[in-house]
């Protein structure tokens, strides 16, 4: 999974919604206490501790758009994981570059609203 982390308004729908749903199919591996270290490096791809955070501006922008949302987020317990996992945190540059590159949808509302 990846969490783009840019304001939501910037995502076409497509990845809004699969940045949303992944939030929630990734819940189980914290759960779990699957080894998350692919997700932290070498590129940060999600931030474990901002995971409820993130979801909730995801949901008001879902909603804002008039798109269903039914699922709660808990935020789960997260100390079994060390800080640097734990807390990391996603380049927002990477995150623009990539969805610039493999998105028109996104590269447009990007581009028009921020730069
Ligand atoms: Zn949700
Ligand atoms: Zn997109």
Redo the contacts with the bound molecule.
């Keep these: 999974m990846r969490m783009w982390g840019i304001n939501p308004k910037l995502?076409?729908r497509?990845?809004l919604l699969g940045e949303h749903n992944e939030i929630h199919k990734h819940r189980h591996n914290f759960v779990k206490h699957h080894s998350i270290k692919n997700r932290i490096s070498p590129v940060v791809q999600i931030e474990p501790e901002n995971m409820k955070k993130r979801h909730d501006e995801l949901v008001e922008e879902m909603i804002n758009r008039g798109y269903n949302h039914n699922a709660p987020y808990e935020q789960p317990d997260l100390s079994h994981l060390i800080n640097d996992e734990r807390f990391a945190k996603i380049s927002i540059d990477v995150s623009v570059s990539d969805?610039k590159s493999r998105?028109k949808?996104?590269s447009d509302r990007i581009t028009s609203k921020y730069f």
């Design positions: 995502l076409c497509q990845h969805l998105c949808e996104c």
